[in-house]
């Protein structure tokens, strides 16, 4: 009987880890078909829930990410204005009006921290790309606006990108 239990345990664990659909963190060269962006550029496709840090006319890397949920999303050019490694967060107020009994302030580091191992702000706004504690969220249409990556990818691109970077971001 115990056997029988543990056979069938594993077969259901086996069965989640390959019908998983999470995003696994891997920033990938591709070939992108970028032309119109400089080499350094990050841009957001929104409808495709990815980021491509542009290399130069024909390469970018390429990471999965959240982004606005209905309603939430946002198009336009922005730049990186600041870079932080375990940030503390102020939820928005509008993520405190939907939900009040949130924490003023949730300390970096903590596991509760929506902003995850680093952040970079945008000018304009209040909205960042940032990590998360989360990692199933990503590759959804999940956040307030913010673009949302895997804690190894932002720390990735966080090492590739400086203050100042132009961001676009597009539908």
């Not at 029988?4 to 077969?11: Q, Y």
């Not at 509008?94 to 903590?110: H, L």
């Not at 691109?157 to 539908?171: A, E, F, I, K, M």
Request: charged share 20%.
């Amino acid at each position: 009987m115990l056997m029988r239990i543990a056979v069938a345990l594993a077969a259901t664990i086996g069965a989640g880890v390959l019908m998983s659909t999470a995003a696994e963190a891997r920033p990938e060269m591709v070939g992108a078909h970028l032309a119109d962006y400089s080499p350094g550029t990050i841009v957001v496709k929104t409808s495709e829930r990815r980021l491509y840090l542009i290399l130069d006319n024909g390469h970018a890397v390429r990471y999965p990410v959240g982004v606005g949920k209905s309603g939430k999303q946002w198009a336009g050019t922005t730049r990186i204005d600041g870079k932080y490694r375990n940030p503390a967060w102020s939820p928005p107020a509008e993520v405190k009006r939907d939900k009040p009994n949130m924490p003023d302030v949730i300390p970096g580091g903590s596991p509760r921290n929506p902003m995850g191992v680093a952040a970079m702000t945008l000018a304009g706004g209040e909205y960042a790309i940032h990590g998360t504690n989360v990692p199933g969220s990503v590759g959804g249409f999940v956040s307030y606006g913010c673009i949302r990556m895997l804690n190894d990818d932002i720390t990735d691109l966080y090492g590739r990108v400086s203050v100042g970077t132009t961001v676009v971001v597009t539908r």
